[in-house]
């Protein structure tokens, strides 16, 4: 099968050889001649067969938009267009109902795998029409783990993004969860060994997992974690998250407390700490830290 691919960084530079080495023939695009296979856009679309399929891995936002208008006004009758990128699932819905009059359809695919994706595959998690899922499987195919896990149509247009912001959602609270864990461990005065202890967790444990191995694997690099400095960011879909559990009236605890914890985390001295320690020394009297 033939793909076009936009976008060729740490991501989609790896899906382009994974899906490549499954026997399948990528053209791609990226702004790094370097990394490109054409020119630009139109040589891409000029390289493929019809109905062609082009994925798009690029930034979301004005990124993706610009990129997804430019195909538009490329490709043909038949063709597809799917968006493998962090765009927000509101996104999709309108970005389906353009193309359609063009008769280009469109599938939103959330894609977790990172930087270890090309060897470990990716969990693509897809939305929109079940015939054009079917026309890609394929590619899913190249890209998936192998066995029967790592493959979702979740949906119609936008589902594939929904689930992967839930996805990301999840891996804030996971993440916050081994960070506390670590530093509970670190400040115990009984505990002298504690990337052992972290090790030993990863086989046996119920709280083994692929994030537990790579802070083992931090750990190992850097053993009190000295060269880093802690200050978290967030790309979105934590704050997305949030705001869909607020929407449909969902409990999500640890969801909120992990991202308002990010943005703690980038603050020197916090206002509202200072606050606290205002009220505290008026109220009590109690000493505050000048």
């Not at 999709?92 to 193309?99: F, I, S, T, V």
């Not at 929904?162 to 400040?187: S, V």
């Not at 400095?229 to 949030?242: P, S």
Request: charged residues 25%.
């Amino acid at each position: 099968m033939q793909l076009g691919l936009i976008g060729l960084g740490r991501m989609g530079g790896n899906m382009r050889e994974r899906i490549r080495a499954a026997g399948h023939e990528v053209v791609g695009f990226d702004h790094n001649a370097d990394k490109s296979d054409v020119g630009n856009l139109a040589e891409l679309v000029e390289k493929l067969a019809t109905p062609r399929v082009v994925w798009t891995m690029v930034p979301a936002g004005q990124i993706t938009e610009d990129t997804i208008n430019e195909l538009a006004g490329l490709l043909s009758e038949g063709d597809i267009i799917i968006d493998g990128g962090n765009s927000k699932f509101t996104d999709d819905g309108p970005r389906a109902e353009r193309l359609k009059p063009k008769g280009i359809h469109y599938l939103d695919v959330g894609v977790s795998g990172g930087v270890w994706g090309i060897t470990n595959g990716y969990a693509l998690m897809v939305g929109g029409d079940a015939e054009i899922v079917e026309h890609c499987k394929p590619i899913f195919e190249a890209l998936k783990p192998a066995g029967e896990f790592g493959f979702a149509h979740a949906g119609p247009a936008g589902a594939g993004h929904y689930a992967k912001m839930i996805h990301n959602g999840i891996e804030y609270g996971m993440m916050q969860a081994y960070g506390e864990g670590y530093e509970i461990l670190l400040a115990s005065e009984l505990v002298h060994n504690v990337p052992a202890v972290i090790k030993s967790w990863r086989e046996g444990s119920v709280v083994k997992s692929w994030l537990l191995d790579l802070l083992d694997r931090a750990l190992d690099e850097d053993p009190t974690l000295e060269n880093l400095k802690g200050y978290v960011e967030d790309t979105g879909e934590g704050r997305w998250t949030v705001d869909e559990a607020v929407r449909l009236a969902v409990p999500a605890h640890v969801l909120a407390a992990s991202i308002f914890t990010r943005f703690e985390s980038r603050q020197d001295d916090s206002p509202a700490m200072k606050a606290v320690a205002a009220l505290r020394q008026q109220f009590g009297g109690h000493a505050v830290k000048r």
